[in-house]
């Protein structure tokens, strides 16, 4: 019953909205620091950040044959549209909730945590693969850690340079303005592919479970452009209320700061995907944020703020993966 095409039709639905909220909830880190600096329009960046998403959304699909894997096996799961059903809900509904209150939460804990609490309550965790959980945890965990260190690291060597050059502040902060461009719309592709490749991820993992598809290493070209769209279409929305935390509410962002925190997040965020690892764009660009701000003056970094997003990122997978559970456990009772 859970493999008719009612199901399946449910699972694409619930995966393009993910994709779509993750848009406006995610690829608003991508530009905030491009528009908090007045390096472009809001309106422009969003929609140079909604062009760049779709490029990058249909460039790779490692990251997608993690996602539709790795966690666990869906062929050898009785109810995996079920579960897939259930950790979408989840996760766009803690979406929503970090959204409201302007918490830059990071969609990629929210997914495979919805995922795992799933998985969990559905077959046991017997079925859940802990080596490749362990390796997509440690990715997450990570790439904001190096996202922090790299951000401070290529700031001061910035600033090492800059003070070696006789010309005015002012002046290198305008020619880093024209140089944001650039940044952010690389920081748009590379959040493409990588984030994009979650919702193909959890399709394929649905149509494996259904039968439909014989593995997760194969994802279809419709996949992959449905995917890319509604990405594309969530960041021409924009995020105004996690633009505001991430481009103002961290650190005092200039062009100079804001360039080295792209150049360090797209960085790390590319690094990962073409190891075929899910990260989370969200906290890797905070953390890249917070990177920089220290290394100008640690008092100038909003602390408060820092802690809200450091807690949402711990709380995050074990919240989405307990909701996950509630829900499934609920559409049991009627499916």
Request: charged share 10%; hydrophobic share 55%; aromatic share 12%.
């Amino acid at each position: 019953m859970h493999t008719s095409l009612p199901f399946i039709v449910a699972v694409v639905v619930l995966a393009v909205s993910f994709d779509f909220i993750n848009g406006f909830h995610d690829t608003a880190n991508a530009i905030a620091t491009t528009v908090s600096t007045k390096a472009l329009p809001p309106r422009i960046a969003i929609v140079m950040a909604a062009v760049m998403n779709f490029i990058g959304a249909l460039a790779f699909t490692g990251v997608a044959k993690t996602i539709g894997g790795k966690i666990a096996d869906p062929a050898k799961l009785e109810y995996g549209v079920l579960i897939v059903i259930a950790a979408l809900l989840a996760s766009i509904f803690w979406n929503l909730v970090t959204w409201w209150y302007g918490i830059p939460s990071s969609s990629s804990h929210a997914l495979i945590g919805s995922v795992v609490g799933a998985v969990f309550i559905s077959a046991g965790g017997s079925t859940i693969n802990w080596s490749g959980f362990r390796e997509i945890f440690e990715a997450l965990i990570l790439s904001p850690v190096i996202a922090l260190l790299g951000g401070y690291l290529l700031m001061n060597i910035f600033y090492f340079l800059f003070r070696k050059i006789p010309t005015p502040p002012s002046k290198v902060n305008r020619r880093f303005r024209y140089f944001q461009i650039l940044t952010a719309a690389l920081q748009s592709f590379t959040h493409g592919t990588n984030d994009a490749q979650k919702a193909m991820g959890i399709i394929v993992f649905a149509l494996v479970a259904a039968d439909i598809q014989s593995d997760a290493n194969t994802i279809p070209f419709w996949v992959q452009l449905i995917c890319a769209i509604s990405m594309g279409l969530g960041t021409s929305v924009g995020g105004w209320r996690i633009i505001k935390t991430v481009g103002g509410k961290i650190t005092k962002i200039e062009p100079i700061n804001g360039a080295t925190a792209d150049i360090t997040s797209s960085s790390i965020i590319f690094t990962f995907t073409q190891l075929g690892l899910p990260v989370s764009s969200t906290h890797v660009i905070s953390s890249a944020i917070m990177g920089v701000g220290a290394a100008k003056r640690l008092k100038g970094v909003n602390w408060g703020i820092a802690k809200r997003i450091v807690i949402t990122w711990f709380i995050t997978l074990p919240i989405s993966a307990v909701i996950s559970a509630i829900i499934y456990s609920i559409l049991q009772l009627f499916f």
